[in-house]
């Protein structure tokens, strides 16, 4: 079974700071996809960043970025240039690679402070 | 591109009834996913559809919950016998090949 650890419950940044979010995951297969969801106050889930883990290269958005290390296990995103709109809860996701079973993780509660 | 809805939204529901909630996916995803949500938890996953075929379904479900897609459109998921323990959002989500998940507002359940 697959776990993904988001191991920040909370951060907070000021205006136009970069920051980054962690999460660590654990599995055994080798085909799979990455993802970092944004949960704004209104609750609706909406993706930021996609990642497959058969590329190398760090997927980009704009101003989000994300560390992939596949050894590690890790997948990290950095936001830049931080907005007040950037508040909200991100959700690291682990996706098997027949694009079925998600997992989720607990969620980092993102401030951004004026 | 209306996005994915679903209905109702709200529903409160006494203990011991059946509930069913309605999710309509973005029109060209053949994919479709539920999920249930806690207050300050992640989603976690309940069932997958490929356009009609149940593929997935989480052994965290008991036989309370039950969810159908016919005809690969619209899916329904129902719940009988509610318990309060099944209070909670009740996300739903579609995707296409490119696997990124589009998810609906969600339905919030309250058992009373």
């Known amino acids: 079974a697959q776990t993904v650890t988001q191991s920040q419950p909370e951060m907070s940044v000021q205006e136009a700071e970069t920051v980054t979010l962690s999460c660590t995951y654990d599995?055994?297969?080798?085909?799979?996809?990455l993802f970092w969801y944004k949960q704004p106050p209104s609750r609706q889930m909406i993706l930021v960043i996609r990642q497959e883990a058969y590329k190398q290269q760090n997927a980009t958005e704009n101003r989000f970025s994300v560390n992939f290390q596949k050894a590690a296990k890790s997948f990290s995103l950095k936001i830049s240039d931080s907005q007040l709109g950037d508040t909200a809860m991100y959700f690291c996701?682990?996706?098997?690679?027949?694009?079925?079973?998600?997992?989720f993780g607990d969620g980092t509660t993102l401030t951004v402070k004026p | 591109d209306t996005g994915v809805s679903q209905d109702p939204r709200h529903k409160i529901t006494k203990r011991g009834q059946n509930v069913t909630f309605r999710c309509d996916p973005i029109?060209?995803?053949?994919?479709l996913y539920w999920y249930r949500q806690t207050l300050g938890q992640g989603p976690e996953f309940l069932t997958y559809?490929?356009?009609?075929?149940?593929?997935?379904k989480s052994r965290l479900l008991s036989d309370r919950f039950s969810a159908e897609r016919p005809k690969g459109s619209f899916s329904t998921l129902e719940i009988q016998r509610t318990e309060q323990g099944d209070s909670a959002m009740y996300l739903c989500?579609?995707?296409?090949?490119?696997?990124?998940?589009?998810f609906g507002p969600g339905t919030r359940l309250t058992v009373t």
């Open positions: 996701a682990f996706m098997n690679g027949n694009a079925g079973k998600s997992t």
């Open positions: 559809f490929q356009n009609e075929a149940q593929l997935e």
């Open positions: 989500a579609s995707s296409s090949v490119r696997y990124e998940q589009y």
């Open positions: 029109s060209e995803h053949n994919r």
């Open positions: 599995t055994s297969e080798s085909n799979y996809y």
